[in-house]
């Protein structure tokens, strides 16, 4: 049985109507903005601010433990999620599953293997797709390349039907493609990280986002509380007028930060009430 909530569709309907009323653009703002959007959390502002000073978010812990949860809906056990809802994030088939019954269930996917991902591509070609298509759909080579429409963006040239990836959006190169915003631009589309269908056990743990660098899109793993390892640790610009974040047992002022298990791995608290991690090298470990 699948019941819809309605929550959803409120703090999606509230949060845009506030940011559009306001021009702001809250990918600019600091913090964890895409996972709190994807959450369904409600941003919380000052008057006369753009940017959130923080969230208030849906309390996962009021799930029920025997249900998994996506986009607003409830699924049980052995139920499928419509293969339309998961297009965007290139898996198919996902129910929800329960392996072990002292844990919550969760989502099980078939994630696309795409004919491009295996074996060499050909330099003298271009692969094309359609705007829902994970996989591509075709290929452009000598002749069709010079002839295809072209499309520009950032000092660079795309073909049609060729991808174009800035910050969390994908776009598509077609005729008519509006090189100055990408942000409500009809050929770009945001990603979508998935989170309650691929992380929902880090959410419930309250682990915490890591990303890699200055791209906050989709986290690159999680960092999770480990109560006999983790302490607060003081930069001297905390705010203590505001709320702060929580991880675990333990209460993040503002601009304060956790201590690093990896010194190439910084946490710290910018908008709550999640704190975020930026790793700042590649690990080859």
């Known amino acids: 049985m699948i019941i819809k909530i309605l929550w959803t569709l409120n703090v999606l309907v509230i949060s845009l109507t506030y940011i559009e009323a306001n021009n702001c653009d809250l990918s600019e703002c600091p913090g964890v903005q895409k996972l709190y959007g994807e959450l369904g959390c409600t941003p919380i502002f000052n008057d006369g601010d753009c940017c959130p000073v923080k969230y208030e ?9 025997d249900k998994c949860y996506f986009d607003g809906e409830e699924y049980s056990v052995r139920d499928k999620i419509p293969s339309g809802k998961t297009k965007q994030n290139c898996v198919a088939s996902c ?7 002292d844990e919550r269930p969760k989502f ?30 075709g290929k452009l080579c000598g002749e069709e390349r010079a002839k295809a429409h072209k499309c520009y963006f950032e000092d660079k040239e795309y073909l049609a039907g060729e991808k174009i990836h800035k910050g969390c959006y994908k776009c598509l190169c077609q005729p008519g493609f509006d090189n100055s915003t990408i942000v409500g ?19 419930f743990e309250g682990c915490i986002p890591v990303y890699f660098q200055n791209n906050k899109c989709c986290p690159i793993t999680w960092r999770c509380p480990d109560a006999n ?12 007028n505001r709320d702060a974040c929580t991880f675990g047992k333990l209460t993040i ?9 990896d010194n190439k791995v910084t946490c710290s608290c910018l908008t709550p009430p999640h704190a975020q991690c930026i790793r700042t090298e590649a690990s080859y470990d």
């Open 253 to 261: 002022p503002v601009g304060d930060a956790l201590n690093n298990h």
């Open 108 to 137: 099980t996917c078939a994630h696309f293997d795409c004919a491009e991902f295996f074996g060499p591509r050909n330099p003298d070609c271009t692969l094309i797709y359609d705007e829902d298509s994970c996989c591509s759909t």
């Open 229 to 240: 390892k983790d302490e607060v640790i003081s930069t001297g610009r905390s705010e203590s």
């Open 185 to 203: 631009n009809p050929h770009c589309k945001e990603v979508s990280c998935g989170l309650h269908l691929h992380y929902v056990r880090e959410l």
């Open 95 to 101: 129910f929800c599953s329960q392996f072990n019954p």
């Open 57 to 65: 978010c849906p309390d996962m812990q009021s799930w029920r433990k």
